[in-house]
Nanobody, 119 residues
Framework: QVQLVESGGGLVQAGGSLRLSCLASGKIFSINDMAWYRQAPGKQRKLVATITRTGTSNYADSVKGRFTISRDNAKNTVDLQMNSLKPEDTAVYYC?????????????WGQGTQVTISS
């Protein structure tokens, strides 16, 4: 059994910062790509940032230069540092990871954490 648990969401004013964290736990043999997605009310879930096991990262155009994704392979964690936040960043943020479990790669999601940016 594998769980992804996010933390760090909250309410901040525009221009502020938040740091999201996600911890993967369970009988994990290895983790491949990790990512953060977000889903605003009434909209589809969208990719925010990804990071490979070796640290190569990619970002959605809307967050480039403001968000930074990082991971700690020893601790099975992935973080998202969010700066210069805007009201349009308001969404539920989800952690995602490709995890090797029982000799099979499987895709897992966290339960989500709410981020609300006030104008």
């Amino acid at each position: 059994q594998v769980q992804l648990v996010e933390s760090g969401g909250g309410l901040v004013q525009a221009g502020g910062s938040l740091r999201l964290s996600c911890l993967a736990s369970g009988k994990i043999f290895s983790i491949n790509d990790m990512a953060w997605y977000r889903q605003a009310p009434g909209k589809q879930r969208k990719l925010v940032a990804t990071i490979t096991r070796t640290g190569t990262s990619n970002y959605a155009d809307s967050v480039k230069g403001r968000f930074t994704i990082s991971r700690d392979n020893a601790k099975n964690t992935v973080d998202l540092q969010m700066n210069s936040l805007k009201p349009e960043d308001t969404a539920v943020y989800y952690c995602n990871a490709e995890i090797l479990l029982a000799l099979k790669w499987r895709n897992y999601w966290g339960q989500g954490t709410q981020v609300t940016i006030s104008s």
